[in-house]
């Protein structure tokens, strides 16, 4: 599976507002903003957007520098996008090519609307997935590219609610259960069973906050046979219910 198929599914422009903006001199520049440079240059953290470049903020950063962009702040509305975020830099730069710059100009030429809202997601997914192929990130985001660890991650991605086993897990690997276990912990940082709960909670928490689905259901479609031990595993995780995330998680979102 594509990295970011699911994890960018809470990161979207709607409401971001995509404005055309004229940088000069220092500027603090708040995060998760995307800044796509049709003319100058910005420096942040020792890294230039030079025209036709992308700038991704992930904080309030100082930028130096004198550009025309288009831009867009992004609000991360689940829990599962929140774990993409978490892992990126403050800010990385993805190179643009040729007629990248004029193209960028043309965004949000008319003022605001929903196809600017999209062209500045599709951004930046681009953006991202360069970033990705290029630095391959840390924790669980590089070691999806691990031949080891990969297939493991993408099986507890794809099929949340399979009852896995350390020897499941190990299975799609084509390891040993111990092989497994210490290659994991050691590129994710975490044990392959202590991840697995901590993405089942993050799926849970977005299906609590953006469906009337019960308790029970939730449960059943993140791997829980009872919503007993499920509410256990998630009050454990998220610090609050199940029950209480219906108000928390949707205000979030």
């Not at 990161?11 to 004229?22: C, K, L, S, Y």
């Not at 800044?35 to 420096?43: C, D, H, Q």
């Not at 689940?78 to 965004?107: K, M, N, Q, W």
């Not at 099929?159 to 290659?183: I, Y």
Request: glycine share 10%.
């Amino acid at each position: 599976m594509e990295p970011f198929d699911e994890l960018l599914r809470g990161v979207r422009a709607d409401g971001a507002g995509v404005r055309r903006t004229e940088i000069d001199g220092t500027r603090v520049l708040p995060g998760l903003t995307l800044y796509a440079v049709a003319s100058g240059e910005i420096s942040v953290r020792g890294q230039t957007a030079k025209a036709g470049d992308i700038l991704v903020v992930q904080e309030s950063v100082a930028a130096q520098g004198r550009a025309s962009v288009v831009s867009g702040t992004y609000e991360v509305s689940t829990a599962v996008a929140r774990r993409l975020t978490s892992v990126l830099p403050d800010a990385l730069v993805a190179p643009g090519e040729d007629g990248c710059a004029e193209f960028y100009a043309g965004i949000g030429a008319d003022g605001p609307s929903v196809v600017a809202d999209r062209l500045l997601d599709w951004l930046m997914v681009c953006a991202l997935k360069e970033w990705f192929d290029r630095e391959h990130g840390d924790g669980w985001l590089g070691a999806q590219a691990d031949v080891v660890v990969g297939p493991v991650l993408a099986a507890m991605h794809a099929n949340p609610e399979r009852a896995w086993t350390l020897a499941l897990l190990a299975k799609e690997a084509g390891v040993a259960r111990t092989t497994l276990a210490s290659r994991f912990a050691k590129l994710v940082g975490v044990p392959p069973l202590t991840y697995l709960t901590e993405w089942r909670m993050a799926l849970a928490a977005d299906l609590l906050a953006e469906s009337s689905a019960t308790v029970a259901s939730v449960a059943r479609k993140v791997g829980y046979a009872d919503a007993f031990g499920f509410s256990a595993a998630f009050k454990r995780v998220h610090g609050f219910s199940p029950s209480e995330c219906r108000s928390r998680c949707a205000a979030s979102a």
